[in-house]
């Protein structure tokens, strides 16, 4: 951007991206927080819990990222003088850019889990270069403020491309899920909670399992075991 306009408009600009950066902050602590969780629940085939917790996730980013936007102008005004008020029409463009890239940041733990990095290499080398192209053509024209739009777009394309490949990889990995069945005899236990127990043992195995019980009760069946 420097090399396109002048030092004040990328001081704007780079401004503009500093407060944003709460935003990735925020990302960068919930990723290492989520990527532990994730492998390990991808391995057990916890795909319920997969989706919970990335739901929760997605929403409280949408939260933050509205509420950082909310925020914008009195953030510049805290932290800045008037020179810098143009970079609070900036700010919501980047954070939704940070949105996509958060977005898509997920779905590498999928392609990771594969191992399939190659998909990544190649959406970011894509992305990167579309990214700079469209810099050097749009911001003699608009301005520095087009910047962020090309950025956000460059965001958007890596998420659509990982997106497009991850589909594949998720169905994989979910028809790669053999459904075991497990009969369990019922005239060998005696209550809820012995069931229950031989039950979480199958379940705390990596292959998912549908349970069929036979033989006759000695016990009432609690129906909210399964």
């Not at 739901?55 to 949408?62: E, G, P």
């Not at 890239?101 to 990095?117: A, D, G, R, V």
């Not at 469209?134 to 998420?159: D, E, M």
């Amino acid at each position: 951007i420097n090399q396109l306009t002048t030092t004040e408009d990328t001081g704007v600009y780079s401004f503009a991206y500093n407060v944003a950066l709460i935003y990735q902050v925020l990302f960068q602590a919930l990723n290492r927080i989520r990527s532990p969780m994730f492998f390990k629940q991808i391995k057990n085939n916890q795909y319920d819990r997969i989706v919970f917790f990335s739901t929760l996730i997605h929403r409280f980013m949408l939260l933050a990222g509205g509420g950082i936007i909310m925020f914008a102008e009195e953030l510049v005004v805290l932290i800045s003088n008037e020179s810098y008020l143009d970079a609070i029409n900036l700010i919501p463009v980047i954070l939704l850019g940070y949105l996509f890239y958060y977005y898509s940041f997920l779905y590498i733990s999928f392609i990771e889990y594969q191992k399939k990095t190659v998909y990544i290499s190649i959406t970011i080398v894509v992305s990167a270069v579309l990214n700079v192209i469209l810099n050097y053509i749009l911001i003699p024209i608009y301005g520095y403020q087009v910047a962020a739009y090309t950025t956000l777009g460059s965001y958007i394309l890596s998420f659509l491309l990982k997106d497009n490949d991850i589909y594949k990889i998720k169905r994989m990995i979910i028809n790669s899920v053999k459904v075991k069945k497990v009969e369990i005899d019922c005239s060998k236990i005696n209550s809820d909670d012995e069931l229950i127990k031989i039950i979480e043992e199958y379940k705390s195995g990596s292959s998912a399992c549908k349970f069929i019980l036979t033989g006759k009760r000695n016990f009432a069946l609690n129906p909210n075991i399964f």
